[in-house]
Nanobody
Framework: QVQLVESGGGSVQAGGSLRLSCAAS????????MGWFRQAPGKEREFVAA????????DYADSVKGRFTISRLNTKNTLYLQMNTLKPEDTAVYYC????????????????WGQGTQVTVSS
């Protein structure tokens, strides 16, 4: 079955950086668009970034544009999210998600989800 496993979360001070990874198995990774979402306590899950299966197309939420970079290495079935200049409002559980072919911004469009990794940014 499909498994997505995130790693790389942690605690960092404002202005710092983290890199999240999402290891995928049980699917032909290059056929799947992948996305990162996040959910803060008491808030709805929100779109962060997404990338097409080939890596040629990507999309970012305005709140992270210029600070976060999504990438993937299809030979290793792994998705990444490089997060720079982190802010306290970036604090959330970060999830990776997969859907067939085209990337979307809506969480409901994604079929597969990881268990999430906590990112905490202190001021």
């Amino acid at each position: 079955q499909v498994q997505l496993v995130e790693s790389g979360g942690g605690s960092v001070q404002a202005g710092g950086s983290l890199r999240l990874s999402c290891a995928a198995s049980g699917l032909t990774f290059s056929n799947y668009a992948m996305g990162w979402f996040r959910q803060a306590p008491g808030k709805e899950r929100e779109f962060v970034a997404a990338m097409s299966g080939s890596g040629s197309s990507m999309d970012y939420a305005d709140s992270v544009k210029g600070r976060f970079t999504i990438s993937r290495l299809n030979t290793k079935n792994t998705l990444y999210l490089q997060m720079n200049t982190l802010k306290p409002e970036d604090t959330a559980v970060y999830y990776c998600a997969g859907r067939y072919v085209f990337h979307r911004r809506s969480a409901s469009d994604y079929n597969y989800w990881g268990q999430g990794t906590q990112v905490t940014v202190s001021s």
